[in-house]
C-alpha cells in the first residue's frame, strides 16, 4: 500500500482540488453568495424562513464534490437532453443525490401548491369579502407584471418563457413566481426566486417613498369607515366559487388556486380544525423547508453568474416598483369615485406579500393620522392581490406553456 | 372565454418580440381586471343575498318561526330537541326583590343605597328599595 498515493487519491477527491479546476472560480463565489445570503436572512431578517433554506440549499450545491456524491445534477433537470427527451424521473430517483429527490416536489409543482394551501388556511378573505371592490386594486397592481414583461421583452435578452418568468416577480408571490418559473424558465429559477423573496422582505423600504410621492397628505389622511360585517356562510361558500369560476376560466392556475381556496376552505367550514391546523403549521413548514433548499440548490454557478441573473435583479426591483405605483394610482382612483371614502394608500397592499404590504399601508396612514388604522382595510387588496398574481401567472402559463 | 384558445401562439423557447410583448401586456391585464370584477360582483350579489335575506328576518320574525317548523317537518328522523323553559336567575341570600334601575348605573345605585342606609341609621339588609329613577332636569 502507498500512502502517497492514497493521500493523492484523497487529494484529487477532496473539494479544495475541484475549486482549482476549470469552474471552481464560480464554485467560489457561489459559495460567497450564498454566505451573504445566510447574513442577509440570519442578520437582517430577511424572509429568514426561505432565503435561510434557499442560501443553504446554494451552499451544498456549490460545494465541487465527486460525480458519485453530488447532491444535485442541475444538467438531469435543465441540460440538452432533459429539453428534448424529458426528464428521466427514474434515473432521478436510483441515482440522485438528496437535493435531486427534494427537487421532485419544486419541478412537478407540488411544492407551490401545498405552500397555498397553507396560505389559504392562514387567510382571512372577510376584509375582501366585505369591501368587494378590494378585488380592483388586486388586479391594478398586477400592472406591475405586465410592464415588467414589456421591459424584459425591450433587453432582447429573453425567451418568452423567461421574460414570463422574470415579470411575474412583480405579483411579489413567492409560490406562483416558482409554479411559473419552473415550468416556463427552470434555468432561471434560483435567481427569481431569490429576487421574489428578498423584495418581499424589502417592501417595507421600498413602498413607503412611493406612497408619500404619489398620494396629498389629504389623501393619506383619509379615514375609512367600517364595512357590513361577513356572515360564516358567505366566507364558505367564497372559496368554493372561486375555485369554479377562476378554474373554469383558466385551467392552468386551478392547482395553484383550488389549493388555496382549499385550504382557505378547511379554515373557514368550521369542521376541519385539525386539517387547517396541519396545513397551517406542520405540513407549511415542512414544504418551506423542502422548497427553500431545493431552489437554492438550482443557483449553479454556470447559470447563475450572468448578466441575465444581474438584469433580472433590476427588473425585479422595478416589478416591485411598478406594482406599487399600478396599486396607488387605481387607488387614487377609487378615492374620486368613492367621494374620499377610500384611502388610496390601501392600493399598494394590492402587491401580494401578505401581511407585509398591509402592513406598510397601516405604518404610513398612523404616520399622517393616529388613530387611523388602515391594516383590516388594506388586507381587502393584499388577499385580492394573490387572487391576481395567480390569475396573471395563469393567462402567461396559457400562453406559453 | 377559454383560455386554451390562447395556448401555442407564443413559443416560450422564442425569443419574445417587444410587439408580441405589448400585445400580452395588454390582453393579459384585461383578463386579471375581467376575472377580478367578475368576482367581485359574485362577491357583492352573495353579499347582496345574505344581507337581503337578514332584512327580510328582520322585518318579519314570524318567517322565521315558519322556516324552523317547516325545517322540523323536513327532518322528521330528528326528535325535536326539548324545550326550555327559562329560569329565573337566583337571588342572592338576603335579597328581598329586584331593584329596577331606570338611566342609573349599578355603581351609582350601590352608592345611593349606601348613603340612604346610613342617614337613616338602619342597616341595609332591613332596607327594601324598589325602584331608582334619574332625575330629570325637567323634573327638578
Known sequence: MNIGQIIKNIWDNSGFN???????????????????????????????????????????????????????????????????????????LQYGGLLDILYIGVKTGVYPCLIFMGVGAMTDFGPMLSRPSSLILGAAAQGGIYLVLILAAATGMYTGGEAASISIIAGADGPTAIFLTKTLAPQLLAPIAVAAYSYMALIPLLQPPFMKLLTTKKERMT??????????????????????????????VAPLLGSLMFG???????????LSD?????????????????????????????????????????????????????????????????N??????????VPMAARVSNTVGLQYNKGNYLLMHAMGPNVAGVIGSAVAAGFLLAVFA | MNMNLLCGILNKDDHLKIVDALLLALIGIVIVFIVLIALM?????????????????????EWGEKIAATKAKLM?????????????????????????????????????????????????????????????????
Not at chain 2, 359574485?42 to 320574525?61: A, T
Request: hydrophobic share 50%.
Open chain 2, 41 to 61: 360582483l359574485i362577491v357583492s350579489l352573495v353579499g347582496k343575498i345574505f344581507d337581503g335575506s337578514e332584512k327580510l328576518k328582520e322585518k318579519h320574525p
Open chain 1, 18 to 92: 475541484r475549486l482549482g479546476l476549470t469552474g471552481g472560480w464560480q464554485s467560489a463565489v457561489m459559495i460567497i453568495i450564498a454566505l451573504f445570503f445566510l447574513y442577509l436572512g440570519i442578520k437582517k431578517k430577511f424572509e429568514p424562513l426561505l432565503l435561510v433554506g434557499i442560501a443553504f440549499g446554494m451552499l451544498l450545491t456549490n460545494l465541487p464534490a465527486g460525480e458519485g456524491d453530488m447532491l444535485f445534477h442541475s444538467e438531469w433537470w435543465t441540460g440538452a437532453e432533459a429539453v428534448e427527451g424529458g426528464i428521466d424521473y427514474v434515473h432521478i
Open chain 1, 264 to 274: 382557505n376552505l378547511l379554515k373557514e367550514c368550521g369542521v376541519t380544525e385539525r
Open chain 1, 278 to 342: 396541519t396545513a397551517q403549521n406542520a405540513l407549511m413548514n415542512i414544504v418551506t423547508l423542502f422548497l427553500g433548499i431545493s431552489v437554492g440548490a438550482t443557483a449553479v454557478g454556470a447559470t447563475f453568474l450572468t448578466t441575465k441573473t444581474l438584469v433580472i435583479i433590476v427588473l425585479g426591483l422595478a416589478g416591485f416598483v411598478l406594482a406599487t405605483i399600478c396599486g396607488l394610482l387605481i387607488g387614487k382612483l377609487l378615492y374620486v369615485i368613492s367621494k374620499g371614502k377610500i
Open chain 1, 344 to 353: 388610496p394608500l390601501i392600493g399598494s397592499a394590492g402587491v401580494s406579500a
Open chain 2, 76 to 140: 322528521f328522523w330528528k326528535k325535536p330537541a326539548p324545550i326550555e323553559t327559562p329560569v329565573a336567575p337566583e337571588l342572592a341570600t338576603g335579597t328581598c326583590g329586584e331593584l329596577k334601575l331606570v338611566n342609573t348605573d349599578e355603581r351609582d345605585a350601590a352608592m345611593i343605597m349606601a348613603i340612604v342606609a346610613d342617614n337613616m341609621g338602619v342597616p341595609l339588609n332591613e332596607l327594601r328599595f324598589k325602584s331608582i329613577k334619574k332625575a330629570e332636569e325637567e323634573e327638578k
Open chain 1, 223 to 252: 379615514v375609512m369607515t367600517s364595512t357590513r360585517k361577513v356572515s360564516k356562510k358567505e366566507k364558505i361558500i367564497f372559496p368554493i366559487l372561486v375555485t369554479i369560476v377562476v378554474s373554469l376560466l383558466l385551467p392552468s
